[in-house]
């Protein structure tokens, strides 16, 4: 069982480029979000998914888009990469939004370095 | 602003000596998630609490949600060098809203 799938692990791109951060599970799970980690801030929502074909926008959204065209895979595009994106990226997907059923369960992240 | 407010931002202690770490809202959480993350990887649950009062021990940890379900601590007792990590206190306003979480409590536990 993989679980949440994130690729790449690592990645670094130039100002400007785009790119797309893939996140794929395989729990038949409705949520699916992605976050960035920065150093002292935690964990912030970019955005999310509550079902295939329905997103909404999180804390951060600007300069990414998502789609959910499937209920294993929520891409994360970046349209045109900024120094200010570089950190660290986490999907994660649960089951519903059902109180003791939210449990999140993550990908081992994408570390991404804008220059 | 941030709707969750973790204390300590950071905490370094001996083995042995007991901690407590808190997470406080001015809002009303329908659940409160208390994750381990790490160094290189994703965040990993620990509890969930859900009832306001809810007491709930793994181990040496303890973790209670607020009888207001506004806030939460989680205290470990006789701290190990194995308990080192960023702890993150996480909560859902209600069901079909996203898990928002706290900037994290780094625990740093020395042998």
């Known amino acids: 069982n993989a679980g949440v799938t994130q690729t790449p692990k690592f990645q670094v791109l130039k100002t400007g480029q785009s790119m797309t951060l893939q996140c794929a599970q395989d729990?038949?799970?409705?949520?699916m979000s992605w976050y960035r980690q920065d150093p002292g801030m935690g964990l912030r929502l970019i955005h999310y998914?509550?079902?295939?074909?329905?997103?909404d926008q999180g804390e951060v959204p600007n300069g990414y888009n998502v789609s959910r065209s499937t209920t294993e895979d929520f891409p994360l595009r970046l349209l045109s990469a900024a120094p200010s994106q570089t950190s660290v990226y986490f999907c994660?997907?649960?089951?519903?939004?059902?109180?003791?059923?939210?449990?999140?369960?993550f990908g081992q992240g994408t570390r991404l370095t804008v220059v | 602003t941030q709707l969750l407010e973790q204390s300590p931002q950071f905490l370094s202690i001996q083995e042995g000596e007991n901690l407590t770490v808190y997470c406080n809202s001015s809002?009303?959480?329908?659940?409160l998630q208390w994750y381990r993350q790490e160094p290189g990887e994703g965040p990993v649950l620990l509890v969930t609490?859900?009832?306001?009062?809810e007491v709930k021990k793994l181990k040496r940890l303890t973790f209670q949600f607020g009888d207001a379900r506004k806030d939460s601590s989680l205290h470990i007792t006789a701290a190990q060098p194995g308990d080192t990590g960023l702890y993150l206190c996480?909560?859902?306003?209600?069901?079909?809203?996203?898990?928002?979480f706290g900037k994290g409590t780094r625990l740093s536990v020395i042998a």
């Open positions: 994660a997907s649960s089951y519903s939004g059902a109180p003791r059923r939210t449990e999140a369960f």
């Open positions: 729990m038949n799970h409705e949520y």
């Open positions: 998914s509550v079902g295939a074909g329905i997103t």
């Open positions: 809002s009303v959480f329908s659940s």
């Open positions: 609490v859900v009832t306001g009062g």
């Open positions: 996480a909560g859902t306003k209600s069901g079909n809203t996203p898990l928002v």
